[in-house]
């Protein structure tokens, strides 16, 4: 059965350094998510992509957050200037329309 | 506003004993809503989707409109269920979810 695929699984920063979270979405789903947990917390929208364009976005996804699709494959999530408080597990869903979302293993990011 | 709540952080049952994860929501439209379970270092799963009405794994879930109440039900837990179960709800006209906050399920021998 297909699946949503994340890389890295874990990631370590420096506050301040841009981070590049990877995602390969199920190859035939048109609608594209990244989610963010912060430990402990519940799992929150960040970001909605449909038609090689943000369909929707949260108030965290701020200026410094940026999606893109650049390959046709690959789903990647832009962080540029790492905060503490951008500490969190980010997952990646992928779905068709009208379907329930497909979820990836998420990767875990560590800011220093 | 949109919220989706689940009171309980934690629900311990015995092996064999029935389950009841809580869900409520807070939506004014039709949502529709869904069962999410993460299983330990793993993803997070589709268990059920309201519209389906399909049992999966023996859990089983009803839309209360008049309650907006989506609650989970397993007549007999197993310890394989032990998870982390979340309560999701995707507002028409838009594909984004809204999640509960979680419950996590021990299922004690």
């Known amino acids: 059965e297909p699946e949503v695929t994340q890389t890295p699984s874990h990631q370590v920063t420096q506050m301040g350094q841009e981070v590049i979270l990877r995602c390969v979405p199920i190859?035939?789903?048109?609608?594209f998510y990244w989610y963010r947990q912060i430990l402990g917390q519940k799992v929150e929208f960040l970001v909605s992509?449909?038609?090689?364009?943000?369909?929707?976005k949260s108030e965290i996804f701020d200026d410094q957050f940026s999606v893109e699709r650049p390959d046709g494959s690959n789903f990647t999530l832009k962080i540029r200037s790492t905060k503490l408080e951008d500490s969190a597990m980010y997952f990646c869903?992928?779905?068709?329309?009208?379907?329930?979302?497909?979820f990836g293993p998420g990767t875990r990011l560590l800011v220093l | 506003a949109q919220r989706v709540t689940q009171p309980e952080k934690l629900l311990s049952v015995f092996k064999g004993a029935p389950v009841e994860l809580k869900c409520n929501y807070s939506y004014s439209g039709s949502p529709e809503l869904f069962w999410y379970v993460q299983y330990s270092r793993q993803r997070l799963q589709l268990l059920l989707r309201h519209i389906s009405r399909e049992s999966i794994k023996g859990f089983t879930a009803d839309l209360n409109k008049g309650e907006t109440s989506f609650h989970l039900k397993k007549p007999f837990a197993q310890e394989e269920d032990s998870a982390m179960y979340y309560c999701?709800?995707?507002?028409?006209?838009?594909?984004?979810?809204?999640f509960g906050t979680g419950t996590r399920l021990k299922v004690l021998a």
């Open positions: 992509f449909y038609n090689n364009e943000i369909s929707e």
């Open positions: 190859s035939n789903h048109l609608y």
């Open positions: 869903a992928s779905m068709m329309a009208g379907a329930p979302q497909y």
């Open positions: 999701a709800l995707i507002a028409s006209g838009t594909y984004k979810y809204i």
